[in-house]
């Protein structure tokens, strides 16, 4: 799904981790969320230019991921699905929110996500949303020049 992440998102990203997957992914997948959100806090710097707000709905059969996003300095994470685990990897939906509550805090984003349509297929549930969060990502840290200075009214983003 990080793959899919960094394509959709234009994103340059190389993940090397060791975890305790032979307990549980949990840790490993936490703290994969932790780096990648002070990775992207730190690019980002003061935030001058940047567009600072997101928006995707991907597709996939029935499915729709939608993603929508604040680079607004308040880590804030939205989102809650039921469902099977992925049968091969174990991958569920409490780990993608995990993943994402950590991204989304790191970073200092506020991240909303839905999916319409659930189906019993939780690759095709999930696919959309990494997707999604890649394009909005992209799209709110596109530098605007005719933004001039921070993005925000109150002249800071923590």
């Avoid at 990648?36 to 940047?50: H, R, S, T, W, Y």
């Avoid at 604040?70 to 039921?82: A, L």
Wanted: aromatic share 10%.
């Amino acid at each position: 799904m990080l793959e899919l992440f960094a394509f959709w998102g234009y994103f340059d990203l190389n993940v090397t981790a060791k975890g305790d997957l032979k307990v549980d992914i949990h840790h490993t997948n936490e703290d994969i969320g932790i780096v990648l959100g002070q990775a992207f806090k730190k690019a980002l710097a003061d935030k001058k230019g940047i567009r600072r707000i997101g928006f995707s709905a991907v597709p996939m059969e029935e499915v729709v991921g939608s993603v929508a996003l604040d680079i607004n300095g308040r880590g804030y994470y939205f989102g809650k699905f039921s469902g099977p685990a992925d049968r091969e990897s174990g991958y569920s939906f409490t780990d993608m929110e995990h993943f994402l509550d950590s991204f989304a805090k790191q970073l200092g984003m506020n991240l909303n996500v839905r999916i319409d349509n659930l189906c019993s297929d939780f690759h095709a549930n999930v696919e959309p949303v990494f997707k999604a969060l890649g394009i909005a990502l992209d799209q709110a840290t596109q530098i605007d020049p005719r933004r001039k200075g921070i993005p925000s009214t109150k002249g800071v983003i923590d």
